[in-house]
């Protein structure tokens, strides 16, 4: 089955939904989104999830609210790559922030302040997320911020998904071409990045869960 034959509406945002957070779990629509160097490319603007299992897939971001000289757009990351801080470490997983790409160790970026810009070093070794408030950690570089194709509303597609897999492993597109047209759903969501354990430590499967 080739990709413009695939119907995709299994996944939908949280808002207006008849969805909600399970008590007892945090809802992060309108935390900061941070990488691991902290620097800020955004905030959390919706979760998306799919109805049928009640799994969160992806954090949809707003890069509109970021300190990066870039396009604005919403992008999506994938819900088992996030770490949560509420003046605390939420998860229980403590290797999570050790993983992703090196490349956001130290960055050199260009932010912006008003009608200037400067070139702002960041440094893994002095961001404390722990003082930080409510955040979300991703530990992306700058470089695959940049990348990570555009969000559009009720127009994901398996190449959609698939771009943002490549990114996040650091992929080379030849890499995973040919695995597009093999798309299947319920396998594509048994990958690490799709792992709510590391997200939400509900004792019931899932952080979401219909409204009563």
């Keep these: 089955m080739g990709l413009q034959e695939n119907k995709y509406t299994h996944l939908v945002e949280l808002g207006g939904s008849d969805y909600e ?61 996030a770490v949560l801080y509420d003046g605390k470490r939420i998860q229980d997983n403590d290797n999570l ?12 970026v260009v932010v912006e302040s008003g009608s200037q810009s400067a070139t702002q070093h960041y ?36 190449e959609t998904e698939l771009a943002i897999r490549r990114i996040f492993n650091g992929l080379d597109e030849t890499e995973t071409n040919s695995g597009a047209i093999e798309y299947k759903p319920d396998e594509f969501y048994h990958h690490e990045h799709f792992d709510e354990e590391k997200f939400y430590n509900a004792k019931t499967s899932s952080g979401i869960r219909k409204k009563l």
Excluded at 97 to 108: P, Q
């Design 123 to 158: 440094d893994k070794t002095t961001y404390n997320p722990y003082d930080d408030g409510k955040v979300v950690v991703i530990p992306v570089s700058v470089e695959y911020i940049l990348q990570l194709p555009a969000y559009e509303k009720e127009a994901i597609s398996p």
């Design 97 to 108: 922030l050790n993983r992703g790409n090196e490349n956001s160790i130290n960055e050199d």
């Design 21 to 81: 957070i399970v008590e007892g779990e945090p809802d992060i629509r309108g935390w900061d989104v941070k990488n691991k160097v902290g620097l800020k490319f955004g905030e959390v603007d919706e979760l998306l999830f799919d109805p049928q299992t009640k799994k969160v897939r992806y954090i949809v971001v707003d890069v509109n609210n970021s300190e990066l000289d870039t396009e604005q757009k919403k992008i999506l990351v994938p819900i088992g790559t």
